[in-house]
């Protein structure tokens, strides 16, 4: 399984310098081959770096490079690795990768993570957080990955998981004591135990929820009657005129999507169609999907002019994740807003930072990334949900004393959710699925 792969791990382009990564066993012999000094090459001590001269199978001189020398299993990909720095021509990088695929093969996307993940050097939330590290788009998403890669969500749950096991091996002893007549064991204190996992694992859940956010974006969609100002703030927000803006009501039709951070925190930004009766085809359609929007919204922003009237009977579900927006404030000085509703203005005081501190205020975005173990991804919060209810049940159990064996299975279904997550016993499918969305080289 370890032949030696190899892909070009740097954007492909013009650059100053181009990086080709080779992996797995044989790796060092190979280059050796087509590398001067090649004496150097094999004697180099892992963690190394050597200059020396590539040259094609006849000898011929194809570029100076630099070569960092990893060893197994001190390496990304726990192999024997080579990281070779060749001069950034993308025709050149081109006929070295045609060398090296004489004798190893292309890399398929993700491939090296997989390798390290199989090896052993990360678990697979820690695999997942690598490619979440290199696509997160702002900084608060960057610094979630991060903490994930670095294994702080693995070690919160292997204490989860720890402690999950420990239950169940009194539950096991609790078996093999009845059988032998010997006392029972204490059962307050085991549903102690479930609970105080069960409320850990609520935390999680709970934060969670918001995390997922951190890495998907959060949806914002902004609502109101035609021409309150909703293209408007949709440009102030992103900070560039990417809606039509006009004084003439009924301009946005189609919805635009956008994405932008908000203090670190990524948002899917929508601007939608004016709410109003119509009998314009298109302006029917866009409206309706607009509500489409709404439902699948983490909040909306309604925007009015002037006085708030009352919202869309449509709208009337949704008020929990609603923000009253008082537009175009420098319109109406004089103006009295409830204190719930949030006054802003595109043109000029108060801007719209107030708004800003509302949304975020309204989400309760997970602020602690450095100091708490958080989940961000949807995979693993499904998962740990139903590790959840299995721990429900188990304390079900235990509270109608349904005999130890069930209250067993359950912690051991609890537990193999929380493993799912660290990919103790990954299937086929599932590993593809994660390391297809990698990039090649990684
Ligand atoms: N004075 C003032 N005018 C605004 C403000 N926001 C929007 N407008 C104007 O209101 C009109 C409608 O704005 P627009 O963003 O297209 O509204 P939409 O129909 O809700 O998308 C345009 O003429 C804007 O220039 C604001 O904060 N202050
Ligand atoms: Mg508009």
Redesign the pocket.
Same mark, same amino acid.
């Given at each position: 399984m370890n032949d030696i792969i190899c892909a070009q791990i740097t954007p492909i382009g013009s650059s100053a310098i181009a990086v080709i990564r080779i992996s797995g066993a044989g790796t060092i012999e190979l280059m050796s081959r087509f590398f001067a000094p090649s004496h150097k090459l094999l004697a180099a001590p892992a963690n190394s770096v050597i200059l020396g001269t590539l040259h094609d199978a006849e000898g011929i001189p194809l570029d100076e490079v630099l070569l960092t020398i990893f060893r197994a299993p001190k390496s990304y990909t726990g192999d024997d690795t080579i990281e070779l720095s060749c001069h950034g021509n993308p025709a050149l990088s081109n006929r070295i990768l045609s060398l090296l695929l004489t004798s190893a093969r292309m890399a398929k996307p993700g491939e090296f993570t997989l390798r390290a993940y199989l090896n052993g050097k990360l678990d697979l939330s820690q695999a997942e957080a690598v490619n979440d590290l290199i696509s997160a788009s702002t900084s608060r998403a960057e610094m979630a990955a991060l903490m994930q890669m670095k294994g702080y969500l693995s070690k919160h749950l292997q204490n989860i998981l720890d402690n999950i096991q420990d239950a169940r091996l009194r539950c096991e002893l609790a078996i093999d004591f009845a059988d032998q007549d010997l006392p029972q064991i204490d059962l307050s204190d085991l549903n102690q135990r479930i609970s105080s996992i069960l409320a850990t694992a609520n935390k999680l859940y709970e934060e969670g929820n918001q995390g997922v956010k951190l890495r998907e974006g959060v949806r914002i969609c902004?609502a109101?009657?035609?021409?309150?100002?909703?293209?408007?703030?949709?440009?102030a927000f992103l900070k560039q005129n990417r809606?039509?803006?006009?004084?003439h009501?009924?301009?946005?039709r189609d919805y635009l999507e956008e994405s932008f951070s908000l203090s670190g925190y990524p948002i899917v930004l929508f *601007?939608t169609a004016?709410l109003r009766n119509s009998n314009d085809e298109i302006e029917k359609e866009g409206i309706s999907r607009a509500y489409t929007l709404f439902e699948q919204a983490d909040l909306i922003l309604f925007?009015y002019e002037d006085e708030f009237q009352h919202l869309p009977q449509e709208l009337q579900n949704y008020t929990e994740k609603i923000i009253l927006v008082a537009?175009?404030? *420098?319109?109406y000085p004089k103006r009295q807003i409830p204190q719930d509703h949030v006054a802003?203005?595109?043109?000029?005081y108060p801007g719209i930072a107030a708004l800003a501190d509302a949304i975020l205020n309204r989400l309760h975005l997970p602020s602690q990334i450095l100091k708490q173990p958080l989940i961000t991804n949807a995979r693993h919060l499904a998962a740990l949900s139903r590790c959840i209810k299995s721990l429900k049940a188990a304390q079900t159990a235990l509270q109608q004393e349904a005999g130890f064996e069930f209250i067993a299975f359950e912690l051991i279904t609890a537990s193999s959710a929380l493993e799912e997550i660290l990919g103790v016993v990954p299937t086929e499918d599932l590993l593809n699925k994660i390391f297809s969305n990698f990039c090649i080289g990684k």
């Open positions: 902004l109101g009657a035609p021409n309150a100002g909703k293209s408007s703030l949709f440009n809606a039509i803006v006009t004084p009501p009924g301009t946005t *601007d004016g925007l537009a175009k404030s *420098d319109l802003i203005s595109v043109l000029s």
